[in-house]
């Protein structure tokens, strides 16, 4: 069955840290990848996205994320954490049609 | 230009109760999901439209869930005799095409149910 799980429920981080979300998948081929961030209230917004080329996918906010083939991974990373990005992060996969798999999310919390 | 915009922000309900949940995609976009969000959990998918092809309902969790989409914009989520499990986040989300590189999703800022 296809599934994305995101192995960490939360992680604490200092300001100025870097930080480093895992993701893993399981697909028949190559999904499309996603990251999104929920701030508190909000609805998701799109961090970046992975569909074939350049593993390392640049998005907004200063994050990237890294496709790994071999190990079925789509790991976002930022490298210093600013307060502002305490908020849930999503990860999702897509295969060819129209259907989302979301992850359970993880919950970032940056300490001052 | 305006985004996703859901209503009422918030719902509270005693069980029992019909609930109607609405949703305003992003004005020319053809795809619209529903989703709902746990405490804890991911998003699970209800239901997608696509224009006017007959709607992916494989998602809902019970005939007690219905969702319509008028004109090929507007959406309504109807929740019938509502129960504690259901209470929970109702996001939605629309897109200007379905799947493909342009498959992006647009979430609204959901409307949060409480069923007491």
């Known amino acids: 069955a296809q599934s994305v799980t995101q192995p960490d429920i939360h992680i604490t981080v200092s300001e100025g840290a870097s930080l480093e979300l895992r993701c893993n998948y399981s697909?028949?081929?190559?999904?499309?990848l996603f990251w999104y961030v929920q701030s508190p209230g909000q609805g998701l917004q799109l961090l970046l996205k992975?569909?074939?080329?350049?593993?390392l996918v640049q998005g907004i906010k200063g994050f990237e994320a890294e496709f790994k083939r071999s190990q079925s991974s789509f790991n976002l990373r930022k490298p210093s954490v600013h307060w502002s990005d305490a908020a849930e992060y999503f990860c999702?996969?897509?295969?060819?049609?129209?259907?989302?798999?979301f992850g359970t999310g993880t919950r970032l919390k940056v300490l001052a | 230009g305006a985004g996703v915009s859901q209503s009422p922000s918030n719902k509270v309900t005693e069980k029992g109760k019909d609930v109607e949940l609405r949703c305003d995609p992003i004005?020319?976009?053809?795809?619209l999901y529903w989703y709902r969000q746990s405490l804890g959990q991911g998003l699970e998918f209800l239901i997608y439209f696509q224009g006017n092809s007959a709607p992916d309902k494989s998602g809902l969790p019970s005939d007690r869930f219905s969702a319509e989409r008028t004109g090929g914009s507007v959406s309504t989520l109807t929740i019938q005799r509502t129960q504690q499990e259901d209470s929970a986040v109702y996001l939605c989300?629309?897109?200007?095409?379905?799947?493909?590189?342009?498959?992006?999703?647009?979430f609204g800022p959901g409307t949060r149910l409480t069923v007491l």
């Open positions: 989300a629309s897109s200007p095409r379905a799947g493909g590189r342009e498959g992006e999703q647009f």
């Open positions: 999702a996969a897509r295969g060819g049609t129209y259907k989302y798999i």
């Open positions: 697909y028949g081929a190559t999904p499309y």
């Open positions: 992975y569909f074939s080329g350049d593993t």
């Open positions: 004005s020319g976009h053809t795809a």
